[in-house]
């Protein structure tokens, strides 16, 4: 069955078993997302990249799975469970039902638009309280996360090639960056690795490196009473592989880059104080170029998938990204 015919299934408000009044749509690289009024259902696209693979029936159902299992960690009573989407025998298409599996959903409660941070950024309804509760707790998260075993040279080596990757995407002539400038900014990162890439190395040697979110940005932070975190990066080991430093780090550039650069910086510090981890600043500069090198790939990437309009959209974010990790590349 192709995915369209599924899409237009999950389209329908009749469709679910609460018979909402209406379904908003969201389509993403990597998803369909469908939300009712209460509810969140997530159809994982039949794609295969580099870095995934959601190709087969089984895969989507094992990064379906792993997805509940990891965001629970973080948004333990938003993520509810794995739902089949089932042909029935009267061959029409079924959520929750009892006949053939031909694809598997996330199921979530519907988080509060209004209260997902950049939208309270935006909105200026960010309080000193909600950030003292979301730094707390993402300061017990990697406080008592478990080291992973990788070594020194291992994630040294995982940058040298991550920063190669950034450079050949980003210089693509498809998509008209500033070629001098992604230039520059790989040298950039290349000559703190020659210099100063014992401070990478020795966050290793200290078991700083943990199993994290992967992609922590305002858009998965909800600043409920008790805030939560969705969205993890689930179908990548490799990208939750971090440094907290360096996951607060992108944290902190996208609160900057959306005006709100005290919020990075709390949450920053509550966590040093917190762990006793004094992650070095020219360390911190150093994973903000990375990230935003990294985001301006990611935005490139979205061209392929949407429209004109979107196109100039996610190529000006891209740009935008660029201007930012030019400034901090000049803070080590």
């Known amino acids: 069955m192709h995915i369209e015919e599924k899409v237009a299934f999950l389209k329908q408000p009749a469709s679910y078993p609460d018979r909402p009044e209406r379904v908003e749509v969201v389509k993403t690289h990597m998803s369909w997302v469908f939300l009712t009024d209460r509810l969140v259902y997530k159809l994982?696209?039949?794609?295969?990249?580099?870095?995934?693979?959601?190709?087969?029936?089984?895969?989507?159902?094992?990064?379906?799975?792993?997805?509940?299992?990891?965001?629970?960690?973080?948004?333990?009573?938003?993520?509810?469970?794995?739902?089949?989407?089932?042909?029935?025998?009267?061959?029409?298409?079924?959520?929750?039902?009892?006949?053939?599996?031909?694809?598997?959903?996330?199921?979530?409660?519907?988080l509060p638009a209004d209260r997902m941070l950049d939208v309270a950024i935006f909105e200026g309804t960010v309080d000193a309280e909600d950030v003292q509760k979301l730094s707390r707790i993402l300061a017990a998260f990697y406080r008592l996360s478990p080291a992973l075993t990788i070594s020194p040279a291992e994630y040294r080596r995982q940058f040298e090639a991550d920063i190669?990757?950034?450079?050949?995407?980003?210089?693509?002539?498809?998509?008209?960056?500033?070629?001098?400038?992604?230039?520059?900014?790989?040298?950039?990162?290349?000559?703190?690795?020659?210099?100063?890439?014992?401070?990478?190395?020795?966050?290793?040697?200290?078991?700083?490196?943990?199993?994290?979110?992967?992609?922590?940005?305002?858009?998965?932070i909800c600043l409920l009473p008790e805030p939560v975190i969705?969205?993890?990066?689930?179908?990548?080991?490799?990208?939750?592989?971090?440094?907290?430093g360096d996951e607060l780090a992108y944290l902190a550039l996208e609160c900057e880059r959306l005006g709100a650069p005290a919020i990075g910086e709390q949450v920053m510090d509550q966590y040093k104080q917190a762990t006793g981890d004094a992650c070095p600043s020219e360390l911190i500069a150093f994973y903000k170029v990375f990230r935003a090198c990294l985001r301006a790939k990611i935005a490139v990437w979205h061209t392929v998938d949407h429209d004109f309009r979107d196109h100039r959209h996610w190529l000006r974010l891209a740009r935008a990204y660029l201007d930012i990790a030019a400034q901090y590349a000049r803070r080590w």
Request: glycine content about 6%.
């Open 230 to 244: 969705i969205d993890c990066l689930e179908f990548n080991r490799r990208f939750r592989m971090l440094d907290p």
């Open 164 to 220: 190669q990757s950034n450079l050949t995407e980003l210089s693509d002539s498809r998509y008209a960056l500033p070629e001098a400038r992604v230039d520059r900014l790989a040298a950039a990162q290349r000559q703190f690795l020659a210099e100063q890439g014992s401070l990478l190395e020795q966050r290793a040697k200290d078991g700083r490196i943990i199993d994290a979110h992967g992609d922590l940005r305002p858009q998965h």
């Open 44 to 110: 994982k696209k039949p794609v295969r990249y580099d870095y995934l693979d959601f190709s087969t029936l089984e895969a989507r159902k094992t990064n379906c799975e792993r997805e509940v299992h990891l965001n629970r960690r973080l948004a333990e009573r938003v993520y509810l469970g794995v739902v089949p989407l089932t042909i029935e025998a009267d061959d029409g298409l079924k959520l929750g039902g009892e006949g053939r599996v031909v694809d598997w959903l996330v199921q979530m409660r519907r």
